[in-house]
């Protein structure tokens, strides 16, 4: 079974607005950290936002935030006031920290996000 | 601050050959990590790291090995490149084993492998 499920492949914003990518996450471990990256066409994996499964609060990071619903297992990235440099991919991961390979991340598909003017 | 380093960024192999990569980290992390990144995939956890000396399998591991010989380096080898190992390779390096840490995996710039 999929640990992380990103179901959008694709998503279009216009600058200027907020947009919202989807995550869903599957773990027994009651201790994991969930992480966004980013990914411009330039390749490079850019770390984003965290969010640990025993925080009280949602977390933000400028115009990111993360909108954790535990229940739910779910973990929305949320940008707001797209800007056109926002246009890349988008890879929701999650850390187990009771797992046996330790530390590592696993990775949803992604989501190709574009911002049009 | 150079961060994750890869070495090479481009490389292009005949089937059946080999070749090395290396990643270097000067951030003193414990942990490294070898992923490869398919089109529609994610990145799939190939083999890694958790000290100097030692190295474990992950997801993918058939068709490739590594070594930790110093804390900073980890390669990664292909004995005998395949097509189906036409990919793009990140190394990534995190500084501990992250329970309730928010240390993320810091990553290089990746290396584009094409084997023919």
């Known amino acids: 079974a999929q640990k992380i499920t990103q179901t959008q492949p694709g998503m279009f914003v216009q600058e200027k607005e907020a947009v919202t990518l989807d995550c869903t996450y599957d773990t027994s471990d009651p201790s994991y950290g969930l992480f966004w990256y980013k990914q411009p066409s330039s390749g490079e994996m850019i770390f984003l936002i965290y969010?640990?499964?025993?925080?009280?609060q949602n977390a933000t990071e400028g115009r990111y935030s993360l909108n954790f619903q535990k229940a739910r297992k779910s973990a929305n990235l949320v940008i707001s006031a797209s800007q056109l440099g926002d246009s890349a991919m988008y890879f929701c991961?999650?850390?187990?920290?009771?797992?046996?390979?330790?530390?590592?991340?696993?990775f949803g598909r992604g989501t190709q996000l574009t911002v049009w003017p | 601050n150079a961060g994750v380093t890869q070495t090479p960024k481009f490389r292009v192999l005949k089937t059946g050959q080999s070749m090395t990569l290396l990643c270097a980290q000067d951030?003193?992390?414990?942990?490294m990590y070898w992923y490869r990144q398919d089109p529609g995939m994610g990145l799939r956890l190939i083999h890694y790291s958790v000290g100097e000396g030692t190295t474990a399998k992950g997801e993918v591991p058939d068709g490739y090995n590594v070594s930790r010989l110093k804390k900073q380096n980890f390669l990664l080898g292909l004995e005998s490149a395949a097509p189906s190992q036409t990919s793009v390779y990140f190394c990534?390096?995190?500084?501990?084993?992250?329970?309730?840490?928010?240390?993320?995996?810091?990553f290089g710039d990746g290396t584009r492998l094409s084997i023919l």
């Open positions: 991961a999650m850390r187990e920290d009771r797992g046996s390979t330790l530390g590592r991340l696993y």
């Open positions: 969010q640990g499964s025993y925080d009280q």
């Open positions: 951030m003193n992390h414990e942990y």
């Open positions: 990534a390096s995190s500084p501990d084993r992250g329970s309730r840490s928010n240390q993320p995996q810091h």
